[in-house]
C-alpha cells in the first residue's frame, strides 16, 4: 500500500504539472533562500574568525591609557607610561606565557629609487613573528643580534614589497626611512584585508630599538602583544598581567590603570556570538518562505480532494479504509516537500555562488545549512498537508459518490 500510494502520487503530481510546479515553487525558493542566507552569515563569521586569528591566537594585547593633564583626559593610548622592562618583567614573571613582543608604531613615508609609498613602520622583537603568525616568503626577519646593534634594517610586507619594487626580489635592496637607508633582509607572505578591511600586508618592520632610537626617539612602548600557552588560561593571565602592571606603575586602591590589557579570544567569543545571531537571523527570514510555501501546499491540496471526491467514494467503497486515504494524500503532500527540497537545495547552492562571485560577499554552504532547510521543506509538506488528508479520509462514500 505504502509503495503504491507514492505511485498514485507521483501521477497526480505528473498529471497536474504546472499546478505541482507552482505548488512547489513557494517550498523551492523557502529553501533556497534558507541556505543562501544562512551561507552569507557563515561565511560572515568565518571571516571575522580568521581575521581576528590572523591577529595571533591565545593573544593578549597591552596598550596605554589615556594621558591625563589638569583634568583633561586625552586620547585613549596617549599614555607614555608602558615600558620595554614591563615587556620584559611580564616574560620573566608570568606563567603559562609562550611569547611576549614590545612594539611601537608610526607612520613614515618609504623611497625605494624613484619610487615612494606611505605606510606604518612597526618596530618590533622576534617573537612578533610567532605571536602574529607571520611567515617571510623571502629573506629572514628581524633577529635578536639587530635588536642588540640596532641595526637598520627592515620586513617588507608584501603590499610594500610590490608597490616599491614590482616583481624584482626586494631582498638585499635599499629601502630610506625618514631619510636613512635600511637594508632589505626579508619579505613577508601576504595575509590579505582584516575583517575592518585593513590591509594586514602594508606594513614595514623594523627591530624595535631601532625603531625607538633612531626612528622615532622615544623610551615608552605603543603595545606589548603577549600569547598565552594556553586558552584556559587566558583569564588569568590578564589578572595576573594587571595586577603585575598595576604594582610596577604605583597604582593602589581605586585608581584608575594607566594601561588596558584586551583579551582577542573574548573579542573573538563576543564576535562570534553577534554572527551567529545574524545567521540565525537570515535564516528566519528564509523559513518564512518555507511556511509561505507550506500553506501554498495546503491550499493545492484542498483543491486536490474536491477535484478528487469521487475517485475518494470509489475507493472507499471497494474497501479503502480511513487510513488508506489518510496516507494516500499525506505521501503526495510530503513528495511535494520533498522535490521542493531538493530543487530547492540547487536553488540556494546557484544562488549563494552568484553571491559569493558577483556580490563581493564571502559565503559558506555546509551539510547543516543543506540538511536543515531540506528536513524542515519535508516536515511542512507533512504538518501542511494533515488537514486536507485528514478531510479526505473523513468524506463520506455514499455523498463522496453523488459529489457533481
Known amino acids: 500500500m505504502f509503495k503504491e500510494s507514492i505511485a498514485i502520487a507521483l501521477r497526480a503530481l505528473v498529471a497536474n504539472k504546472l499546478r505541482s510546479i507552482l505548488t512547489m515553487l513557494g517550498i523551492i525558493i523557502g529553501v533556497g533562500a534558507v541556505i543562501s542566507m544562512v551561507s552569507i552569515g557563515m561565511g560572515v563569521k568565518e571571516k571575522v574568525q580568521n581575521s581576528i586569528a590572523s591577529l595571533g591566537s591565545n593573544m593578549l594585547i597591552v596598550t596605554p591609557g589615556a594621558a591625563s593633564s589638569q583634568g583633561v583626559r586625552s586620547a585613549s593610548g ?9 615587556a620584559e618583567y611580564i616574560k620573566k614573571t608570568i606563567q603559562g606565557i609562550d611569547y611576549v613582543s614590545p612594539s611601537v608604531s608610526k607612520s613614515y613615508q618609504i623611497i625605494a629609487g624613484n619610487q615612494n609609498w606611505t605606510t606604518t613602520v612597526y618596530g618590533v622583537t622576534p617573537e612578533y613573528m610567532a605571536i602574529k603568525s607571520l611567515t617571510v616568503g623571502s629573506g629572514s626577519f628581524v633577529s635578536q643580534p639587530d635588536i642588540n646593534s640596532r641595526n637598520r ?17 626586494p631582498t638585499g635592496q635599499n629601502v630610506r626611512i625618514n631619510n636613512a637607508p635600511y637594508l632589505v633582509v626579508g619579505v613577508l607572505d601576504s595575509k590579505g584585508q ?21 626612528l622615532v626617539g622615544i623610551t615608552y612602548l605603543n603595545s606589548i602583544s603577549i600569547q598565552v600557552t594556553k586558552m ?8 595576573q598581567i594587571t595586577s603585575l602592571l598595576r604594582q610596577r ?3 593602589s586602591g581605586t585608581k584608575e590603570d594607566d594601561f588596558t590589557v584586551r583579551n582577542l579570544t573574548s573579542i573573538m567569543a563576543m564576535m562570534a556570538e553577534t554572527t551567529g ?3 540565525l537571523l537570515l535564516g528566519s527570514i528564509g523559513a518564512i518562505s518555507l511556511l509561505v510555501g507550506g500553506i501554498g501546499i495546503m491550499n493545492i491540496m484542498m483543491v486536490s480532494v474536491t477535484e478528487r471526491t469521487r475517485e475518494i467514494g470509489i475507493r472507499k467503497a471497494l474497501g479503502a479504509t480511513y487510513r488508506d486515504i489518510m496516507l494516500q494524500f499525506l505521501i503526495e503532500s510530503v513528495v511535494i516537500g520533498v522535490l521542493g527540497g531538493i530543487f530547492g537545495i540547487f536553488l540556494g547552492i546557484l544562488a549563494a555562488f552568484a553571491i559569493s562571485t558577483f556580490g563581493g560577499l564571502n ?8 540538511l536543515v532547510p531540506f528536513g524542515f521543506s519535508i516536515a511542512v509538506g507533512l504538518f501542511f498537508g494533515i488537514y486536507p488528508a485528514r478531510k479526505a479520509a473523513l468524506l463520506d462514500p455514499i455523498e463522496a459518490l453523488r459529489y457533481e
Do not use: C, Y
Request: hydrophobic share 40%.
Open 194 to 214: 582584516s575583517s575592518m578591511g585593513q590591509d594586514q600586508d602594508d606594513i614595514v618592520l623594523v627591530p624595535l630599538t631601532t625603531a625607538q632610537e633612531r
Open 277 to 279: 545571531t545574524i545567521t
Open 232 to 239: 584556559e588560561g587566558m583569564d588569568q593571565a590578564q589578572e
Open 249 to 251: 606603575h604605583k597604582i
Open 363 to 370: 559565503t559558506v554552504i555546509s551539510a547543516v545549512s543543506i
Open 153 to 169: 634594517v627592515a620586513v617588507l610586507g608584501a603590499t610594500v614589497a610590490e608597490n616599491l619594487f614590482g616583481e624584482m626580489n
Open 78 to 86: 596617549s599614555s607614555t607610561t608602558l615600558t620595554l622592562e614591563d
